[in-house]
């Protein structure tokens, strides 16, 4: 456990990283760099995409806060709220983790904007009762994630393992299990339709859903549109999203439909602007109204602050609520800096955060613990591991 004298001697001379400039993309299906002045890794995609992603670093700037001498007693928040935080975590690994998960707590303590005013809150919605736990991939490749990286008994059976350890983290929140799978998947070359994305079948979505309710869990669908479009791979979906516990995910990494460059998916890191989240916004909340359905949850992933243009455009609808979603890899400082960049700094309505079970240990680092996660705030309400 970091002692409360170092925490204290961490509050003086830090700030968060950043995250953003123009980083090039990690290839198709394989995801994603946390920090900026990624140098791309790219390679040929197949069915689906795979291929290895690249990773960054940067460090973090430096602050100052508190005088002494002044004759006057020293704020007590946020940095007593920190120290707070820092003292009860697990030990950290090195200084610079402290470091940036000190600076991640004080980024959203000091950000006005968080708690966001949302709307009114629906009966059925999941959020912020209860914290969706996911895991993501698809099951046509073992590169793409854990969902597709065992066998599914396997899978499922570290699935329980991993919800468990959430439930045990924090018994104060409900956690809601999810399936989150890849329906549309970004590809490198572009198909016989020129779109550089391949569709899954239905029977393949029906298999997953199937997955999911035999653990009581959600099903999350996420679009890599690719070249195609959000309102072109959205209505395929419809007869599942109208469904109960069928809920949306979109991937501005491998949205190229504003590249004028004409780069295709993996060798640029690919841009949504608000009014895509905002026509799936009014697609699901639509289906909600006709069918009856408690809320939706929409996840769009960020880790860099270009993919998602115009935020502060998203409009808040009580039948829809948006998670951005923190979906860089690497070492824990890094993504402590890309979460107080791309996600504390520019709230949205709720937050969420991803591990790699393979990524973000690649360097040695033990992959972040449930309890280490939580100490960011605001804490993320969404978890997804891939």
């Given at each position: ?21 123009k ?81 991640s707590?004080r ?35 073992k ?22 350890e959430?439930?045990a983290?924090?018994p104060?929140?409900p ?32 298999n997953?859903y199937?997955w ?13 549109a690719?070249?195609?479009?959000i ?6 979906l ?30 640029k ?10 026509y ?19 996840i ?21 609520q ?6 860089g ?17 520019e ?15 690649r ?24």
């Amino acid at each position: 456990m970091t002692s409360p004298r170092t925490a204290l001697a961490l509050l003086f001379g830090l700030a968060a990283g950043a995250c953003g400039g123009k980083p090039d993309a990690s290839p198709p299906g394989k995801q994603r760099t946390p920090a900026r002045e990624s140098p791309a890794r790219a390679s040929t995609a197949t069915s689906p995409a795979t291929a290895v992603a690249g990773e960054t670093s940067g460090s973090p700037k430096a602050d100052s806060s508190g005088r002494r001498g002044t004759g006057r007693p020293a704020k007590p928040a946020p940095d007593s709220a920190i120290l707070i935080q820092i003292a009860t975590q697990p030990k950290l690994r090195t200084m610079a983790d402290s470091i940036s998960l000190v600076a991640s707590i004080r980024a959203g303590l000091k950000n006005p904007g968080w708690p966001v005013k949302t709307p009114p809150i629906l009966a059925g919605s999941l959020l912020p009762a209860k914290r969706i736990v996911a895991f993501y991939g698809n099951p046509l490749s073992k590169k793409m994630g854990i969902l597709g990286e065992l066998p599914r008994d396997p899978m499922l059976a570290k699935f329980d393992s991993i919800v468990a350890e959430w439930r045990a983290a924090d018994p104060t929140t409900p956690v809601q299990p999810a399936l989150h799978l890849i329906v549309s998947v970004a590809q490198g070359l572009p198909g016989k339709d020129g779109m550089y994305r391949q569709r899954s079948d239905t029977g393949l979505i029906e298999n997953v859903y199937g997955w999911a309710r035999s653990k009581n869990a959600i099903t999350i669908l996420d679009i890599q549109a690719g070249k195609s479009t959000i309102d072109s791979e959205l209505p395929r979906l419809i007869p599942f999203l109208s469904r109960p516990d069928v809920h949306l995910g979109l991937d501005p990494e491998f949205y190229m439909h504003y590249s004028r460059e004409g780069r295709v998916p993996g060798t640029k890191i690919g841009t949504m602007d608000a009014r895509d989240v905002n026509y799936a916004i009014d697609q699901l909340a639509a289906l909600v109204t006709k069918y009856h359905l408690p809320p939706k949850v929409l996840i769009i992933h960020r880790f860099t602050t270009n993919m998602l243009q115009h935020a502060n455009q998203i409009k808040l609808d009580p039948r829809v609520q948006v998670v951005i979603n923190m979906d860089g890899w690497g070492q824990p400082w890094l993504k402590f800096d890309t979460y107080a960049k791309c996600e504390a700094s520019e709230p949205v309505e709720y937050t969420g955060f991803k591990l790699f079970f393979h990524n973000d240990t690649r360097k040695g680092d033990p992959l972040l613990s449930p309890r280490e996660v939580l100490a960011l705030r605001p804490r993320p309400i969404y978890i997804q591991y891939q």
